[in-house]
């Protein structure tokens, strides 16, 4: 079966893609988000999916499930920064003054495509950020966000498509906050993720610029237990393919790529010692990036000049054992 159908949660609309071995649901009225990837073969959660009852939780912190966009990634030293004599006031919502996570939360979404072919079967959405008063209070160069997601098989793929719509160059970075399961037997898992470097944070966790090694993540490229880690770890990734290996004692495993060119940065988060879910976090900025001394090279900042579009993409893959 590769279909779309429409169901809802909580009085949303979502649509559900199927495959003989995934169901993929997304909710364009809420942030557009995947909140739920479901292993049909073994019929379990590949990703955190939030309960019918958990609605105001979700509403307040949407990137606590699924495959949330972060459009920008990571933190912002109190919220500021100035791009082109333009300046960028996002909110401060963090603990220290700082903001957090990017002006992506609740959109609405509009559907404007879906496919079904013999392959598989595809959904895409759009938001202008025009649409969104708030959003061009902080963020004031208008874009156009288009975003498809296409399910062949056991493999969903990801492509956002920006484009700048504005008269001047806009400052852009995007990541996702993928919360994988590992169903409270983290001792199980193992993460192989190519990566050389520890990105040093301050205090209120925003880079310094200095660059230290690996030291206790040192099997990371090789090969990394779950069991007893304990993280909120920027990582820069190494030259090549931008693959993070999620593999089970039994053989089963995830694929998590990112398109190298762009998403030079991964985030590791537990949420406190392993347990439950392990955060996978590919970003195309380094946090705080606009206010770094090279904020495209050192940062990753992506210069979007006016008309200008970009396709960012990523890509989930299941390997049964």
Not at 76 to 95: L, M, V
Not at 188 to 202: A, F, H, I, M, T
Not at 273 to 283: A, K, L, V
């Amino acid at each position: 079966m590769k279909q779309v159908t429409k169901e809802h949660w909580n009085g949303y609309d979502t649509y559900v893609l199927h495959s003989p071995e995934l169901e993929v649901t997304m909710i364009p009225r809420l942030g557009n988000n995947i909140i739920s990837v479901r292993d049909l073969k073994l019929n379990r959660d590949i990703v955190r999916r939030p309960a019918e009852e958990e609605l105001a939780f979700y509403l307040q912190k949407p990137y606590h499930f699924g495959l949330p966009i972060l459009i920008p990634p990571g933190r912002i030293r109190k919220g500021q920064f100035e791009f082109d004599g333009i300046s960028y006031p996002f909110d401060r919502n963090t603990a220290n003054d700082n903001h957090i996570h990017g002006l992506h939360r609740n959109q609405a979404w509009c559907c404007s495509d879906i496919e079904e072919d013999e392959d598989g079967c595809s959904v895409t959405t759009e938001l202008l950020t025009e649409s969104d008063p708030h959003w061009m209070e902080q963020f004031p160069i208008p874009l156009r966000l288009e975003m498809t997601y296409r399910l062949q098989g056991p493999i969903l793929s990801q492509t956002l498509q920006v484009t700048n719509l504005g008269e001047k160059a806009a400052p852009f970075g995007l990541g996702y906050h993928t919360w994988f399961m590992v169903d409270g037997e983290p001792g199980r898992w193992s993460l192989k993720l190519p990566v050389n470097g520890v990105y040093e944070q301050d205090a209120e966790q925003l880079p310094t610029g200095v660059i230290t090694p690996l030291n206790d993540l040192e099997q990371l490229p090789s090969g990394l237990s779950l069991k007893g880690t304990n993280l909120d770890t920027l990582l820069r990734a190494s030259e090549g393919p931008a693959e993070a290996l999620l593999t089970r004692d039994d053989g089963y495993q995830i694929h998590y790529t990112a398109d190298e060119h762009y998403f030079k940065y991964w985030v590791l988060y537990t949420k406190g010692e392993c347990d439950q879910y392990f955060c996978i976090e590919p970003y195309t900025w380094l946090p705080d990036a606009p206010n770094l001394p090279d904020p495209a090279g050192q940062g990753g900042l992506i210069r979007l000049e006016p008309r200008q579009s970009i396709s960012l993409k990523t890509q989930l893959y299941i390997q049964q054992p």
